[in-house]
């Protein structure tokens, strides 16, 4: 339990009573799907940036990778060097075209529904299999930040596990519920700002305590010399080529992230990509380097082992900050975790309004209606995922990297060539995104030599595959489709 729990406690309830009004204020403007989903497609480029950073985020960048920074030291560089590429690389050759793309075909508001149109598919097979992997991988997703909101609320107020996971599903719930995609993006500009903020102030800090970075690095020397070795593991074996690899990979997986890429459509107009991407790279750079210097910092600072280093952050603003100042430190904490969850969750919710009861049983539906179905799966999405996070012993990197690596391989591969190659069949995007999907969830549960690759990569090479092969198996799309891509990309 934390130090001085009123003034934390205060400041958490200023906090979500201020995410709560946002929630009130976009539930007003709310009033179609397509306002619920993409607010209308109305953000410039700064809430666009940093919604897009704060969804990607999550709790694991103050928990599950300063708890990585603590426990291998400068081998966790790998991990952030391969996500600020990734997301440099997923602004630069997606963006501007899903954002084109999206509207030109058929206004598609869903990743499903833009798959179905791009491809004409009229079989709805497409659209129901894309939902399907949304909504398995976005379980384990989202259980991963009610995992960190567990941590969080045990923390602070000492509560139970269990009662902690469901105080924080609670807190992300309430205001997805009501206000859809402008309460997500709006609270995502605030909730960025403040785990920007978090992260370069409490390094910063904790390494002037412990004497400076010089110090620091010492300490960091001592307790184990492979700290300071990028290229060799703290167990004192050299880092492998599969080792590196699987770290870098983590980049991939940008590029079939539903709830980033909602962001790309969700954008005011393509023109004010280039202005977001550059706000997008420069944060989550620093971002990503301030949370690797709090686990860092925390192996300097605390001279006594953490029984889990995943909450070295909070433990150093326990140890470094008045309460107060603490409180707003760890709502940080908290807004990564419902910056995320809320994106995840309204994802989810868009499948299965959009591409589910849409699609297969009220196509009729009203606008209305939808928007009060969507509602309604936030809730039951999220129950299933409460249940999930309710093991005290889960990992959030470990989650996070499953239903990252899910993602990354089952959409990235499609969507990247239903972008660029207008040759893609249908077929061949069926075909890559069950590849993709069923490799990730067979891969993950193998080791040993190759299959301790991170399954991201092999799903992303083997979706490839199969959408290159299947596409040109099979009879080339009509000229109405090929017409239909070249008007879009103004071919």
Known sequence: MIDGNLGVSLTFVVYILLMLGIGYVAYRRTSNLSDYILGGRSLGPLPSALSAGASDMSGWLLLGLPGYAYAAGYEAIWIAVGLLAGTWLNWLFVAKRLRIYSYAAGDSLTLPSFFENRFHDTSRVLRVVSAFFILLFFLFYTSSGLVAGGKLFETVFGLNYQTAVVVGT????????????????????????????????????????????????????????????ALTSSDGSAMSLIAILSLLGWGLGYFGQPHILARFKAIRSEDDIPAARRIAVIWTGLALLGALLVGFAAIGYFDTPLDDGERAFMLL???????????????????????????QLLVSSSAL????????????ASQGE????????????????CILAFNPDSKVLELVSYAWAGFGAAFGPALILSLYWKR?????????????????????????????LYEIIPGFIFATIAIIGVSLATEEPDEKIQESFDRAMGS
Do not use: C
């Open 370 to 385: 939808l928007v009060w179905v969507g509602r309604f799966a936030v809730m039951g999405i999220a129950t299933i995922a």
């Open 317 to 343: 603003v326990d140890a470094l900050f008045h309460p107060i100042i603490a409180g707003i430190l760890l709502a940080a904490i908290l807004a990564a975790i419902m910056s995320t969850a809320d994106s």
């Open 424 to 452: 893609m069949t249908r077929a061949g995007a069926i075909a890559g995104i069950v590849v993709g999907g069923v490799t990730v969830v067979v891969w993950g549960n193998l080791s040993g030599g190759i299959l301790d």
């Open 170 to 229: 609670l807190a992300v719930v309430s205001y997805t519920f009501f206000g859809g995609f402008l309460a997500v993006a709006w609270t995502d500009v605030i909730q960025g700002l403040l785990m920007f903020a978090a992260l370069l102030l409490v390094p910063i800090i904790a390494i002037n305590a412990d004497g400076g970075w010089g110090a620091t690095q010492a300490a960091m020397e001592l307790k184990n010399p492979e700290f300071l070795d």
């Open 353 to 364: 309004a959009e591409d589910f009861y849409k699609a297969l049983f009220r196509r009729e």
